[in-house]
């Protein structure tokens, strides 16, 4: 994952879909509620053919650790593993009954009234299943995926041989983060159900490592969680709650090489006020103690951006990398390349240039029917990424 040369680029992995592609993601949500089947063959071709594409173009713009842009993954970048889990059943929500949302706390409380806005001009292309379900524990959890990560697998082994990059990656999903509201009616406590989690997610972590990627796990509740604490809630019941779910991700790591994983973290990664997001210097400490090979963090976006002041104060442990949010998912402007630059360099200054690699906030569609804005923004944002990373690499080694 790291190059002593120059500076590399990556993302956080989630691209947006292609029209065709959405297309029958939309006809998957009919069929579901009993409209006519869909060609499964032709859906394959589909995902086989829009992750080529998006593999190609990741490669002629620069990037060089890139995915299949999570095409695969049928609902959003968690509850994908529904599919993929037995132990689940889906049940109608009750009349009068919310479904569960990931911004539900403080800060959709305090801006309530731009919040009602917000969630009219969200770009939304279909119904996703979440939202008239709840997913509910009915029995013991065992990964029954493996067709499903051979099927991604191939994708991207199949679009990889068309291209030179560096390096590829592939996202799963931390225990922490996997249907953190499910209804349980079969474990006992909610650290068995964890553990049980972590045990199964393994199995998928390790078909991904084995096929000879990297391994990203997403954790965006890790961080997020904070905001939806309780009123009476503290910072020491909040770290105890995350130090829980770290054990069990690293239950889930055990026995995998370090050098080929990283985790995501981030604030949840609505494009809202994040008035109460728990600063990084208060849970950075736990973070540091996952077992994973690289930190793909936030730090682009104005409520995070300045956080990098943070590394002057905190040691990154020897053998790991540092994967900062260089470019945001939160705006439509397009970060010049010299501002990209600044970013990577003052990373570098702090925890070393080999220990850097330039990546995104977060993803730029959370699942197939959302997207952060339009595609050509996307591009035009991985494109300057490139751009600041060559600058970057000019500044702290004197050559292009």
């Given at each position: 994952?790291?190059?002593?040369?120059?500076?590399?680029?990556?993302?956080?992995?989630?691209?947006?879909?292609?029209?065709?592609l959405?297309?029958?993601?939309?006809?998957?949500?009919?069929?579901?509620?009993?409209?006519?089947?869909v060609d499964?063959?032709?859906f394959?071709?589909?995902?086989?053919?829009s992750?080529?594409?998006?593999?190609?173009r990741q490669?002629?713009?620069?990037?060089?650790?890139?995915?299949?842009?999570?095409?695969?993954?049928?609902?959003?970048?968690?509850?994908?593993?529904i599919?993929?889990?037995?132990?689940?059943?889906?049940?109608?929500?009750s009349?009068?009954?919310?479904?569960?949302?990931?911004?539900?706390?403080k800060?959709?409380?305090?801006?309530?009234?731009f919040y009602?806005?917000?969630d009219?001009t969200r770009?939304?292309?279909?119904?996703?299943?979440?939202?008239?379900?709840?997913?509910?524990?009915?029995?013991?959890?065992?990964?029954?995926?493996?067709?499903?990560?051979a099927r991604?697998?191939a994708?991207?082994?199949?679009?990889?041989?068309a291209?030179?990059?560096?390096?590829?990656?592939?996202t799963?999903?931390?225990p922490?983060?996997?249907l953190?509201?499910?209804?349980?009616?079969?474990?006992?406590?909610?650290?068995?159900?964890?553990?049980a989690?972590?045990?199964?997610?393994?199995?998928?972590?390790?078909?991904i490592?084995?096929?000879?990627?990297?391994l990203?796990?997403d954790?965006?509740?890790?961080?997020?969680?904070?905001?939806?604490?309780?009123?009476?809630?503290?910072?020491?019941?909040?770290?105890?709650?995350?130090?829980?779910?770290?054990?069990a991700?690293?239950?889930?790591?055990k026995?995998?090489?370090?050098?080929r994983?990283?985790?995501h973290?981030?604030?949840?990664?609505?494009?809202?006020?994040?008035?109460?997001?728990?600063?990084?210097?208060?849970?950075?400490?736990?973070?540091?103690?996952?077992?994973?090979?690289?930190y793909?963090?936030e730090?682009?976006?104005?409520?995070?951006?300045?956080?990098?002041?943070?590394?002057?104060n905190?040691?990154?442990?020897?053998g790991?990398?540092?994967?900062?949010?260089?470019?945001?998912h939160?705006?439509?402007?397009?970060?010049?390349?010299?501002?990209?630059?600044?970013?990577i360099v003052?990373?570098?200054?702090?925890?070393?240039?080999?220990?850097?690699?330039?990546?995104?906030?977060?993803?730029?569609?959370?699942?197939?029917?959302q997207?952060?804005?339009?595609?050509?923004?996307?591009?035009?944002?991985?494109?300057?990424?490139?751009?600041?990373?060559?600058?970057?690499?000019?500044?702290?080694?004197g050559?292009?």
């Amino acid at each position: 994952m790291r190059d002593r040369r120059r500076i590399l680029t990556t993302h956080v992995g989630s691209l947006i879909r292609p029209p065709e592609l959405i297309a029958y993601y939309q006809a998957i949500e009919r069929a579901l509620d009993g409209g006519p089947p869909v060609d499964e063959a032709a859906f394959e071709t589909c995902v086989r053919e829009s992750v080529g594409a998006a593999v190609e173009r990741q490669a002629q713009l620069g990037i060089d650790v890139v995915s299949d842009g999570e095409f695969g993954k049928s609902w959003l970048w968690a509850n994908y593993t529904i599919d993929r889990m037995s132990g689940l059943e889906q049940r109608e929500l009750s009349p009068g009954e919310k479904p569960f949302s990931p911004i539900h706390g403080k800060d959709r409380r305090d801006f309530a009234e731009f919040y009602t806005e917000y969630d009219q001009t969200r770009i939304f292309f279909g119904r996703e299943r979440g939202r008239t379900r709840r997913w509910t524990v009915t029995g013991p959890i065992k990964y029954v995926g493996h067709a499903a990560v051979a099927r991604d697998i191939a994708g991207l082994k199949q679009a990889l041989a068309a291209v030179t990059v560096a390096d590829a990656f592939t996202t799963a999903v931390a225990p922490g983060s996997m249907l953190p509201e499910r209804d349980d009616r079969y474990y006992r406590s909610e650290e068995e159900a964890l553990f049980a989690i972590a045990e199964a997610l393994q199995e998928e972590y390790r078909a991904i490592i084995d096929a000879g990627f990297i391994l990203q796990v997403d954790d965006a509740y890790l961080a997020s969680w904070y905001d939806m604490m309780p009123p009476n809630g503290t910072l020491a019941d909040y770290r105890k709650w995350v130090g829980v779910r770290i054990a069990a991700l690293n239950q889930a790591l055990k026995g995998l090489p370090e050098e080929r994983t990283r985790v995501h973290v981030c604030w949840g990664s609505w494009s809202g006020p994040h008035s109460t997001d728990v600063p990084l210097e208060a849970i950075i400490d736990l973070i540091l103690t996952i077992k994973t090979g690289g930190y793909v963090l936030e730090a682009a976006n104005v409520r995070h951006e300045h956080e990098w002041h943070v590394w002057e104060n905190v040691k990154l442990p020897d053998g790991r990398c540092l994967v900062p949010g260089v470019v945001s998912h939160h705006t439509n402007l397009i970060e010049h390349p010299r501002l990209v630059a600044d970013r990577i360099v003052r990373f570098a200054r702090l925890v070393g240039r080999d220990n850097v690699i330039a990546g995104t906030d977060c993803g730029f569609s959370p699942g197939p029917f959302q997207r952060r804005f339009h595609p050509s923004i996307m591009w035009a944002k991985l494109e300057t990424l490139v751009a600041g990373a060559k600058l970057a690499t000019k500044e702290l080694w004197g050559s292009d």
